[in-house]
T-cell receptor, first 114, second 111 residues
Framework: KQEVTQIPAALSVPEGENLVLNCSFTDSAIYNLQWFRQDPGKGLTSLLL?????REQTSGRLNASLDKSSGRSTLYIAASQPGDSATYLCAVRPLSGGNTPLVFGKGTRLSVIA | ETGVTQTPRHLVMGMTNKKSLKCEQH?????MYWYKQSAKKPLELMFVYNFKEQTENNSVPSRFSPECPNSSHLFLHLHTLQPEDSALYLC??????????FGPGTRLTVL
């Protein structure tokens, strides 16, 4: 059974700092991996989607990497801002593909202090 | 705004009440999902519908009853819930291996 773990559970950094969020998964047979952002009491917003054949994806100040063989992904946030404060969720889609449901981690709660 | 809407946004109900949550998407997606998000737990998949057919029921108690009348609408009917069912209920839609698009959720409190 696929399990997704995110470390740390919570992180507080001063504004302007670069930071890395970690995600690990137990079964490397995945179709893709996604990073989502969730603001308190709100739904999820997709940030980056990495297909299993890809190594990384970039969007603005965000860069996500994927090492499928070792079951790891990182989300790098450059020059953090208070508006980046949110919970970041990692999710994998098992290899059976199609509309197979995503498996989520518990998330990392990020606070960026001005 | 992701194109997936959910109503109501907040709901307080007693254990003997019957209520329904509604989700709507007009993104042309063929799959719709219900998730439950409790405090300090990962998102838990509840139900999956593909082309209006239920393809997954993740051992959800029968007090939760989904309905998918067409590919744009998804309901979650609630009856005789327990306080531990209080959570954020999220609806999502998607197409094949694309990302999933989430609604804003319904914050449910069961008294």
């Amino acid at each position: 059974k696929q399990e997704v773990t995110q470390i740390p559970a919570a992180l507080s950094v001063p504004e302007g700092e670069n930071l890395v969020l970690n995600c690990s998964f137990t079964d490397s047979a995945i179709y893709n991996l996604q990073w989502f952002r969730q603001d308190p009491g709100k739904g999820l917003t997709s940030l980056l989607l990495i297909q299993s054949s890809q190594r990384e994806q970039t969007s603005g100040r965000l860069n996500a990497s994927l090492d499928k063989s070792s079951g790891r992904s990182t989300l790098y946030i450059a020059a953090s801002q208070p508006g980046d404060s949110a919970t970041y969720l990692c999710a994998v889609r098992p290899l059976s593909g199609g509309n197979t449901p995503l498996v989520f981690g518990k998330g990392t709660r990020l606070s960026v202090i001005a | 705004e992701t194109g997936v809407t959910q109503t109501p946004r907040h709901l307080v109900m007693g254990m003997t009440n019957k209520k329904s949550l509604k989700c709507e998407q007009h993104l042309g997606h063929n799959a719709m999902y219900w998730y439950k998000q409790s405090a300090k737990k990962p998102l838990e998949l509840m139900f999956v519908y593909n082309f209006k057919e239920q393809t997954e029921n993740n051992s959800v108690p029968s007090r939760f009853s989904p309905e998918c009348p067409n590919s744009s609408h998804l309901f979650l009917h609630l009856h005789t819930l327990q306080p531990e069912d209080s959570a954020l209920y999220l609806c999502a839609s998607g197409r094949s291996t694309d990302t999933q698009y989430f609604g804003p959720g319904t914050r449910l409190t069961v008294l």
